[in-house]
């Protein structure tokens, strides 16, 4: 039995870390997004307002895909779960770069928040290294 839950445990990891891919490239496109809107070449519904409301929804959903994985092979106190905390607390607080209020984006935050959310991003694949050993 053991061997049989290993296997499925590494297919769950493989899934994991496709959908971890998978979000990181939406995550990015959703800053690409704010310099088209910006620009102005954006469609006219598509607004920063939008946009936030949007990639909070898509974080939300990710959490909720990673905690279940965390909660069935029981990781709530290990490193793989504090890494995937700081991945999301720097994926929210990205998003402060946008003032809805004013439809500005604060272009040196915006740069800090992606170069954070990168390093978060390695630190994470690392621990998922550590899982599979």
Do not use: W
């Not at 049989?4 to 891919?21: D, G």
């Not at 793989?80 to 272009?107: M, P, R, V």
């Amino acid at each position: 039995m053991e061997l049989t839950t290993s296997k499925y445990r590494i297919l769950e990891t493989n899934v994991l870390l496709e959908r971890f891919v998978t979000y990181n490239e939406v995550f990015a496109e959703y800053f690409k997004t704010m310099k088209v809107i910006e620009r102005g070449e954006a469609l006219r519904y598509e607004t920063y307002a939008r946009l936030q409301e949007n990639y909070l929804s898509n974080i939300h959903k990710f959490i909720k895909l990673c905690n279940s994985y965390i909660t069935k092979y029981q990781l709530e106190n290990s490193l793989i779960a504090e890494k995937l905390n700081q991945y999301f607390l720097d994926l929210i607080d990205g998003i402060s770069c946008l003032d809805t209020d004013q439809n500005q984006i604060n272009h040196p935050k915006l740069e800090e928040a992606k170069q954070k959310i990168k390093q978060r991003q390695v630190d994470f694949i690392h621990t998922i290294g550590f899982l599979t050993k």
